[in-house]
């Protein structure tokens, strides 16, 4: 059973091709950059670990789609030869709102929903709506499409951690309340780090920090999702690459006023030219953040110390939220690969207790993941890699086994 997986995000398409009777990866990789100049592809494949990129005009998602198409049908690799080689589609569709507490087959009214729904995550629900529809055009409406929602880990968090304190009435007639994102992400590492740990997840109380492009941080307890710093748009929270994240909302008001700006205009100040970015006025990329850290620039070293200090105050409110913490996550592109802000992090936590051994978080990057806390500290600390990508194949597969039970 071969199961495709997209993943769309405002100017990028994720991809891979999985076998899932042994959830072997055949093919994957990413179109970046879309709709520039400079956007490329890069992917690679089970029986060739060299990663090959590609610069290739990119003018919109349905470029990307099918430079995509034409990759994993081509006769030499012999993955697929025809459209019916695909068992069903699994997409990561950012913003579920108040419809979708778990995965769903995509028919009609879900694509009504996740329309609607639209205006929630202005970056990433119309790419993925794209990308479903072009999965139509090419496989037809009979194909299994499935979507799995960043949002649905949050579904029950407790109504004390995801109502605002706003009239009551703009929750009963918008749904404006925390729906959190990056569940999926979440999800996973949580599962990996009982795992290590060979302990059940219900017993544990877990702090996992997504940190990339987009950041969120998220509070697991007995593996349920608490509380996340990502609110009613994946705006809020820590900094990231060019989200502002949590800021007194009169901000927003002024700046309007102030520059003579429509509600918009704001928004796509706050989403786009913000956070990292906006802060050190170089780069959304943490990489050439630290590039001109190390040349000393003064806005550079200012923007990592915000996000840094960000995430320092959600783990101290998120652990005193649980009453305790077992374990500490970093996980994503920044978690993953830059070390220095783990050890930034982590030395400022040592209030509570956990100690990191800073030889071994050096060498956790690139993908090496594991433990890098030392065997004083009294809560564990890892790097684990996210893997969304098998998560939605996990359940794209139970979806199509419900459709196969039904018929």
């Known amino acids: 059973m071969k199961v495709l997986l997209l993943n769309a995000g405002s100017s990028s398409l994720k991809f891979e091709l999985m076998e899932m009777k042994n959830e072997k990866v055949l093919i994957k990789g990413v179109c970046e950059k879309i709709g520039s100049e400079q956007s490329f592809v890069k992917w690679q494949t089970c029986e060739d670990n060299n990663v090959k990129e590609k610069d290739i005009e990119l003018k919109s998602h349905r470029d990307a789609f099918y430079f995509i198409k034409n990759l994993i049908f081509d006769e030499a690799l012999g993955y697929l030869k025809n459209p019916g080689d695909i068992s069903a589609i699994g997409h990561r569709v950012v913003h579920g709102g108040k419809y979708f507490k778990s995965a769903q087959p995509i028919d009609d009214e879900v694509l009504r929903d996740i329309q609607e729904l639209t205006e929630l995550a202005p970056l990433h629900n119309q790419a993925s709506l794209d990308v479903i529809f072009l999965c139509c055009e090419f496989f037809g409406r009979g194909i299994l499409q499935v979507a799995v929602f960043d949002t649905s880990f949050y579904f029950n968090m407790p109504p004390k951690s995801y109502m605002y304190g706003i009239p009551y009435k703009y929750y009963e007639k918008y749904g404006i309340r925390k729906y959190g994102f990056h569940g999926t992400s979440h999800n996973f590492v949580s599962q990996e780090c009982a795992k290590m740990l060979n302990r059940n997840l219900q017993d544990l109380k877990i702090i996992s920090c997504h940190l990339g492009n987009g ?27 060019t989200r502002c994240g949590s800021l007194d909302s009169s901000v927003v008001t002024f700046i309007e006023e102030k520059e003579s700006l429509l509600p918009k205009e704001v928004n796509e100040i706050l989403n786009r030219e913000s956070g990292l970015l906006g802060i050190s006025g170089i780069s959304n990329d943490d990489r050439e953040i630290i590039k001109a850290i190390e040349k000393g620039n003064k806005r550079a070293i200012l923007a990592h110390e915000m996000m840094d200090y960000q995430i320092i105050k959600y783990i101290g409110a998120y652990s005193a939220a649980m009453n305790g913490l077992d374990a500490l996550i970093f996980t994503a592109g920044i978690g993953e690969n830059q070390w220095v802000h783990r050890e930034t992090v982590c030395e400022n936590l040592s209030f509570m207790g956990i100690r990191i051994d800073k030889g071994v978080n050096k060498e956790k990057i690139l993908g090496k993941t594991g433990e890098i806390s030392d065997k004083e500290s009294k809560i564990r600390v890892f790097v684990i890699a996210t893997n969304e990508e098998l998560m939605i194949a996990r359940e794209t597969v139970k979806c199509l086994r419900i459709k196969e039970q039904g018929e």
């Open 215 to 241: 950041c969120s941080i998220t509070a697991i307890d007995k593996g349920k999702a608490i509380d996340t710093s990502m609110g009613f748009t994946p705006l809020d929270g820590i900094i990231m690459g």
